[in-house]
């Protein structure tokens, strides 16, 4: 069945170092990928987003390529900062068939000072 | 614009019991998915309803329903908890099925 694989956390960080969570899916056709975040005590906020095949999601510094080949989604950031410790979620979404959304197991990043 | 909001933020229910959750849509949202998420996991697809109609369900046993309202609010319902039911249940809204979704803060049930 579809899946979506994260890399294990916690991945801790120096702050201003460069940031790669890995993603991978398993799917059936081509659906959309997100990333979202989510900080202590809070909801999920999407972070980004890629629709289609070599679409490239990027906001707040954060990008990740939606790679066909590789059925990857790998986030990155070349600056990280302490702000940016939070859960990380790499998620797919069909868009038809009952719109299912199935999530990664998450990722805590930790940035220290 | 008024984000997603849910009711009640937390819960405690003992085993057995009923509980209902409810979700205000952000405004113009006329879609809601309901997903589970337990500690330290990713949330799990329960189902989705567009225009008062439930039209995606995830593995989840009949004993998990929901509504949509005509204000396109919704609410979850459980029946006979469980104590694996214990988790943080996210309503999340969008403008279409196909559209990008919204969270909300979550309710976090507590069945002992």
């Known amino acids: 069945g579809d899946s979506v694989t994260q890399m294990e956390g916690p991945v801790t960080l120096s702050e201003e170092a460069f940031l790669t969570i890995n993603c991978t899916y398993t799917?059936?056709?081509?659906?959309?990928l997100f990333w979202y975040v989510q900080y202590p005590g809070e909801g999920l906020q999407l972070l980004l987003k890629?629709?289609?095949?070599?679409d490239k999601g990027s906001n707040k510094g954060f990008e990740a390529t939606y790679r066909k080949e590789t059925t990857s989604f790998h986030l990155e950031k070349g600056s990280v900062q302490v702000s940016d410790s939070a859960v990380y979620f790499c998620?797919?979404?069909?868009?038809?068939?009952?719109?299912?959304?199935?999530f990664g197991a998450g990722t805590r990043l930790f940035v220290k000072a | 614009e008024t984000g997603v909001t849910q009711s009640p933020t937390h819960l405690i229910k003992t085993r057995g019991q009923q509980v209902t959750l409810r979700c205000s849509s952000q405004?113009?949202?006329?879609?809601v998915s309901w997903y589970q998420q337990a500690l330290g996991q990713g949330p799990q697809f329960i189902f989705q309803?567009?225009?008062?109609?439930?039209?995606g369900r995830g593995n989840f046993p009949p004993r998990f329903s929901g509504l949509q309202f005509p204000n396109y609010s919704s609410e979850l319902n459980v029946n006979a908890l469980e104590l694996d039911d214990s988790a943080l249940y996210l309503c999340?809204?969008?403008?279409?099925?196909?559209?990008?979704?919204?969270f909300g803060p979550g309710t976090r049930l507590l069945v002992l």
């Open positions: 999340a809204s969008s403008t279409d099925s196909k559209e990008t979704q919204y």
């Open positions: 799917a059936t056709g081509y659906p959309s």
């Open positions: 890629a629709t289609k095949a070599d």
């Open positions: 998620a797919l979404r069909w868009s038809s068939g009952g719109f299912k959304t199935i």
């Open positions: 405004s113009g949202h006329n879609t």
């Open positions: 309803y567009y225009r008062e109609e439930e039209n």
